[in-house]
Every structure is written in C-alpha cells, then in structure tokens.
C-alpha cells in the first residue's frame, strides 16, 4: 500500500488510532462495569445459598418476603448494569462499522480524484489498493470487538487473581521440621493474640504435660476457641510462641503438624457422602471394623444401624438428613479414628442430649488415656470435672486454675460458673 500511494496508506493509518480512540471511549466503563456486574452476581449467590441453607428458620419467622425483597433488589441492581453495559457493547459494533464506511467512501472519493481528475494512479492499481485496505479495516474492526471481550474477561481474571494472589499470613521462622507425636509437653509462653486492634488473649502462659487433660472454660469472648485456632495454626499468635517438645511451631510443617491432631468443633462439619466416607475422612486406609469401633467409642454405631443402608447412608449436604446431635456423634467419631497424639474438642458435646453427652464422654474419657495429650473447651462444665487442669479464662487472662474440687474450695469465678449451671 505505501509503495502505490503513501497519501492514501497514510490516510488509513491515521484512521485506525482514531477509529481506536472513539471506540475506546464509548466502552471505556466496560471493565468497571463489567466488575460490578460480578460482585452483584457474587452477593445473588450468596443471598442464594444463605437463603436455602436457612430455609426453616425464614419458614419460622414468616421472612419469606423480606429475602424475596433482596433477591429482588439484587436482580434488579445486575440488570441493569447488564444493560448499561450491554449498550456500550453494542454501540461498539456498529461504530467500527461506520467508521470503515466513512473511511472506504473517503478513500474512494481521494483515489478516485486520483486516478480520473490528477490521473497520478491508475485504476487497476487503485482497485488493488482498495482490496489491500479492506483486508486491514476488517481485522481492525475485529480488534475493537474483541476489546470489549477482553476487558469483559480483564474484570473477570480481577477477581479471581485476587484471592490467588492472597499472600499467606502464617509465617515460618526457619527450616520446617516434621513431628510424629507429642514426647514431652505443649507450652504456650507469653502469648498475645488480636482480631483487628483488639486483644482477645494476652501474655497467656500455659503448660500442658504429655498424657494430661486440660481444661479451658470462661465466658463467651474469653479466648477459649482462639487458643484452638493458634494451636492448629489457623492463625499465628502476635507475640510470644507455642511450642511442642521446646519446637516452635512456626518451625514444625503445617502438615506435620495438624497430623498428630484430632480436632471436634463446636459446628460439625459433614459432607454429601457417606456415613463410612466421612468418618474416614482422618483416615481413609481405615477398615471396616475400624470404622465401626469409631462410632461405637463416638455412640454412633446403634442409630447408624436403624438406618435403612447403615453405613453407607448418604446424610445429605451439610449432613442434612441427620440430626444435630447424631452429626456431631459422626464428628466425633472421625476424630477418634485418627486416633491422634493430641485431641482437641472445642465444645464436642454441645449438641448432645444429657443421655448421649454421658455415654460419649464416658467414651472419650477411655479414649483420652493411654498417654493422650488433651485440650477440651466447654461451657458445659459437667464434661470437665475429671480434667487434670481446669483453667478459668476471662477478657483473654487467666484469672484461675487448678482441678474441679480444688477450684470450687476456692470459690471464685470457677465456682460462679458451676453455680450457675447447678453442678456441685
């Protein structure tokens, strides 16, 4: 083209950045736009989720409307981003179109002045020229409709990039170490601990012996599930260490570490599969009889067998199809078929009936011998009375310790809390 005519090469190429230019700013705001759009369709599925997994209680409460409204107002909001950035897109389209035509009828009219008035080009030259130019307009016009794709998609990868490019809050301090058990004691010394710029423990300091049970009880925000999430490393500790055997833990691999640990929390968590399949969950080269003798130290086994397909019985997402006490029993049982040199139960039989409670905790009890390391966490006080340690939290500091009758001599804050739940 520019050997034929510079003049007419020269008009197309200062077209192209021109043309590039008005269509990048009618969709400029595609990207931002386009982001919005996924962080409303982000919050609809949330509203979603949140409003089938609790459907009963919205039942209960007569809220059918008010999530109805949401959901409404959501779909609303997408829509009619969809649509501002759907015009934009279209507008794109045609725009590239007419600013071709505009370009074409422009070289026709210079050409053509060209070859029949200036007679310095001659026609067949100029129609190859023409063929030349079009085979350029039209990839050109395809780069500005793909812009908005990728601007579309730019949003999208946002997103997604991120979560992927979260740095990892957990620090390690050296080289990583690996560990099979516990050999003499866990030793959290000096530790504080804050969500945000509030202190939820500080300067806590606490000795747990290999083959000992201790206790944590206190009021709700004392600090008692935050010591379980430092332990297990869901979190690190702002100051002070933890350490197993005198090995920081920041040095042991998380791995390791979380492999010598049984861990029952308060929310049972349970997946769409089966019975069998979620308690071997801990341990999935675990045997059938192994499976079965779990749940018979968890109080499982009986009301696994009045089921229609046993052990394996589906339980539905979330473990849905059982009750709260029969999917912590399930909890339970996976825990115990780790069977770990250190177990921690962060309010293991609090969906328990009185019955169940008994018979599981005169189960774990046989199970936390024989040399097992145990940190349990409980507002019901009656699973507690046989620890070897009882340590009373409050506001993140140790105001008592010691055992179940000695604490109740001294009738403090420990014996408060006993009072008020009538155990004696």
């Known amino acids: 083209m520019i050997k034929v005519s510079w003049k007419l090469s020269l008009f197309i190429f200062v077209f192209i950045p021109i043309s590039g230019a008005v269509i990048s700013f009618i969709s400029r705001k595609i990207k931002s736009q386009s982001g919005e759009i996924f962080i409303k369709i982000g919050n609809l599925l949330g509203i979603i989720e949140e409003t089938i997994s609790g459907l009963r209680i919205i039942k209960a409460f007569n809220a059918e409307q008010f999530f109805t409204n949401r959901f409404e107002e ?8 969809s649509n501002k950035r759907s015009i934009r897109e279209t507008l794109a389209s045609p725009m590239s179109e007419f600013l071709g035509i505009v370009t074409i009828a422009g070289l026709l009219w210079y050409g053509g002045k060209m070859v029949l008035i200036d007679k310095t080009l001659l026609g067949g030259t100029f129609i190859a020229f023409m063929a030349a130019a079009y085979n350029i307009l039209t990839p050109a016009k395809a780069i500005a409709k793909a812009n908005n794709n990728i601007k579309i998609g730019n949003a999208a990868a946002q997103r997604i990039f991120e979560v992927l490019d979260t740095k990892n809050h957990l620090i390690n301090t050296g080289e990583l170490k690996e560990i099979t058990g516990i050999n003499k004691q866990i030793t959290f010394q000096n530790v504080s601990f804050k969500y945000d710029n509030t202190y939820v423990l500080k300067n806590f300091s606490l000795n747990i012996p290999k083959g000992k049970t201790v206790a944590l009880v206190g009021q709700s925000g004392s600090g008692k599930s935050t010591l379980a999430n430092l332990i297990t490393r869901f979190y ?7 350490l197993i055997d005198d090995n920081n833990i920041k040095n042991i691999s998380i791995a390791s570490l979380r492999n010598i640990m049984g861990i029952v929390t308060q929310d049972s968590t349970l997946f769409n599969d089966t019975i069998a399949n979620n308690i071997a969950l801990s341990a999935p080269n675990a045997s059938r009889e192994e499976i079965v003798e779990a749940a018979k130290i968890a109080n ?6 009045d089921l229609e397909n046993q052990y394996q019985t589906v339980i539905g997402d979330r473990g849905s199809l059982l009750s709260g006490g029969q999917q912590q029993r399930i909890s339970i049982a996976r825990a115990v078929l780790k069977n770990p040199p250190l177990m921690i139960l962060d309010e293991a039989t609090s969906a328990l009936d009185t019955e169940s409670e008994q018979l599981v905790q005169k189960a774990l009890e046989k199970m936390m011998q024989k040399s097992r390391t145990s940190l349990i966490i409980a507002h019901r006080l009656s699973t507690i009375q046989n620890a070897d340690l009882i340590v009373v939290l409050k506001k993140g500091v140790i105001i008592e310790q010691g055992m179940h009758k000695e604490l109740l001599e001294k009738k403090g804050e420990y014996y408060k809390l006993v009072s008020m739940q009538n155990l004696q």
Request: glycine fraction near 4%; charge should be negative.
């Open 74 to 81: 959501q779909v609303d909001e997408v829509r009619i981003l």
């Open 236 to 242: 690190d500790v702002n100051e002070g260490e933890i």
């Open 300 to 305: 499982a086994h009986d009301f696994i067998m």
